[in-house]
C-alpha cells in the first residue's frame, strides 16, 4: 500500500526565532528549541561546534538499543558526524546506525511525538576542539530483529545517561504509531478518489496517483487530525462526514524510513471539478477496472481491490442464504470440491491449505456459500479475476470466471452463481459482449 500527500512526509514545523542573538542553525534544531526554549541557555554556546547526531532506538517493550561498554566508555546511543551525501540530521544518524549495528532503516519509523525534530540535544566532544552538539532523535523498532553485534538492550530507567533517561521518564517512547494519514475516498457506487501528485524531483512519487493525505506534523493531535488538516490543505471544498480507520499501511518515505501510514475509509458522492485543488495536478473519480492505466503504486492499487472486494460482498437480504465464504471454511470447501471424486492421500488437507491461503489473501478470488440448518457449508460458487494484456490505444481490462460450483441438495447454483457475478460486477469486470462463451457450463460461466 503508499504514503500519501504530496509533500515530503516529514516537515519540520513552522518555527519561530527561539533567540535573535543565534547563529544560522538546522531547522531541527529550532523546532527542538521551540519545544524546550528552557534549555537555549545551556544549547546556544553548543551551536558553533562541530555537530554529531545519533539514533535512540525504541523496541515494542520501550527498550532501548545500547552500544556496549567499552574500558573508559559507558554504554551509549549510536552516532557519528555529518558526512557529503547525508540529506540532513535524520540522514546522519541512520548512516551512523547502521554502521555501527548494520540495522537498515526500513527497520525503523519515526514517532509520531517528535517526527524529525531530536528528542534530546546535549553536549558532547568528538576529536580535538571545543564542546557540539549531538542530536538525539528517536526511532521505533517496529519488528522484532536479532540483537546487533556489540549491542544491548535497555530499560528507560538504567540508561547512563542521566538528561537522556529523564528525557525518555517524562516522554516515554510508546507504541508505533502512524505518521502518515490517508482517505480512501468512494462513492458506494463502485467508484474511488484519486488526486494526482505533481512532478517534481524533491517529493515522494512525484507524477503518481495517489489517495489524498499527507504527513503528520506536532500539532497534531491524532491521525484523523492529520487527515482532516492535509484535505484542507490540499482540497479545500472537501467536507467529509465520518471516517473510519479502515487499515495500517507500511510504505517506504525518501530517507528510507518504514511510514505508518494510518488509512481511513470515507464515502464522499460529490464533483471533484468543485474541490479548489489547491496541490497536485488534478482529482477524479476512477473504477477498479481503470486502475491499470494508471501510474500509481501497487500497494495503493492493492488495497482499492481489496476495498471494492469486500464492498462487493453479499449483503444480507441481497440473495438471501448466501454469505461469503472464510478461510475458516477452507475445509469445507476443499470437502465440496472432492464430493463423488475419488482423490488422492493427503489432497483435502493441501486443498484446504491452499483455499485458505487465497481466501485470506488474494483480492482476486471469492467464493460464496450456501449452509445447511447447522451452518455447514452445502454449496458453493468460487469466482477469480486477473488482468488481461490490453489492446493497442485501449485501458487494461480485467477478465473473470465463476470457476466452480457444487450445487447443494436441491441441485441449484443460481443464487451462488448471481452472489458471485455480483462479486465481479462490484470489482469491475465487464460481461463479454453476447454469445461469448456460449455452451460452457455454469462451472466455468465466463465473463
Known amino acids: 500500500m503508499e ?16 533567540s535573535s542573538t543565534l547563529p544560522e542553525v538546522h531547522p531541527a534544531v529550532r523546532a527542538y528549541l521551540d519545544r524546550n526554549p528552557a534549555e537555549l541557555p545551556a544549547i546556544a554556546p553548543l551551536l558553533g561546534g562541530q555537530p554529531s547526531c545519533s539514533a535512540v532506538v525504541a523496541d515494542r517493550d520501550g527498550r532501548i538499543l545500547q552500544l556496549r561498554p567499552e574500558p573508559g566508555i559507558d554504554a551509549r546511543c549510536p552516532g557519528g558526524r555529518p558526512a557529503p551525501g547525508d540529506r540532513g540530521p535524520v540522514a546522519t544518524a541512520l548512516r551512523a546506525l547502521r554502521a ?100 517534481l524531483p524533491d517529493i515522494w512519487a512525484p507524477g503518481e496517483f495517489g489517495l489524498p493525505g499527507g504527513g503528520r506534523e506536532g500539532g497534531d493531535r491524532s491521525a484523523e487530525d492529520t487527515l482532516r488538516r492535509e484535505l484542507a490543505e490540499e482540497l479545500p471544498g472537501l467536507r467529509l462526514g465520518q471516517v473510519l480507520p479502515l487499515t495500517v499501511e507500511r510504505a517506504r518515505g525518501q530517507d528510507g524510513l518504514t511510514v505508518p501510514v494510518q488509512v481511513f475509509a470515507a464515502a464522499w458522492e460529490g464533483d471533484p471539478r468543485t474541490l479548489g485543488l489547491r496541490e ?7 473504477r477498479p477496472a481503470e486502475l491499470g492505466r494508471l501510474r500509481l503504486q501497487e500497494s495503493t492499487r492493492e488495497l482499492i481491490l481489496r476495498h471494492a472486494a469486500a464492498a462487493g460482498a453479499v449483503a444480507p437480504g441481497r440473495v438471501p442464504g448466501v454469505r461469503r465464504a472464510v478461510p475458516e471454511d477452507a475445509a469445507a470447501l476443499a470437502g465440496l470440491r472432492a464430493a463423488g ?34 451452518g455447514e457449508p452445502v454449496a458453493c460458487a468460487w469466482a477469480e479475476y486477473r488482468e488481461l494484456l490490453p489492446e493497442p490505444g485501449r485501458p487494461v481490462a480485467l477478465a473473470g470466471e465463476v470457476v466452480w460450483t457444487v ?3 436441491d441441485g441449484a447454483t443460481g443464487d451462488l452463481v448471481a452472489a ?23 462451472r466455468h460461466r465466463r465473463w
Open 3 to 18: 504514503w500519501s500527500g504530496s509533500r515530503p512526509l516529514h516537515r519540520w514545523e513552522k518555527s519561530r526565532p527561539v
Open 280 to 286: 497536485g495536478v488534478l482529482v477524479r473519480w476512477f
Open 407 to 409: 450445487a447443494g441438495p
Open 100 to 199: 555501527w549495528t548494520r540495522l537498515p532503516p526500513e527497520a525503523l519509523s519515526l514517532t509520531a511525538r517528535h517526527l524529525d525534530v531530536p528528542v534530546h540535544i546535549a553536549p558532547v566532544v568528538i576529536g580535538p576542539g571545543p564542546l557540539g552538539a549531538e542530536l538525539r532523535f528517536l526511532f521505533h523498532l517496529l519488528d522484532a530483529v536479532a540483537l546487533p553485534p556489540g549491542c544491548e538492550w535497555r530499560t528507560v530507567d538504567a540508561l547512563p545517561d542521566p538528561a537522556l533517561r529523564a528525557r525518555l521518564q517524562a516522554e516515554p517512547p510508546g507504541p508505533a504509531e502512524a505518521v502518515n494519514a490517508s482517505a480512501l475516498i468512494h462513492d458506494g457506487a463502485g467508484r474511488y478518489l484519486l488526486h494526482l501528485r505533481d512532478d
Open 420 to 442: 458471485a457475478e455480483g462479486w465481479l460486477a462490484a470489482v469491475g469486470v465487464r460481461r463479454a459482449p453476447s454469445g461469448a462463451g456460449a455452451g460452457l457450463p455454469v
Open 341 to 374: 471424486a475419488t482423490v488422492l492421500p493427503g489432497w483435502l488437507q493441501e486443498c484446504a491449505e491452499r483455499f485458505a491461503d487465497r481466501l485470506a489473501h488474494d483480492p482476486r478470488t471469492a467464493a460464496f456459500v450456501r449452509e445447511d440448518g447447522a
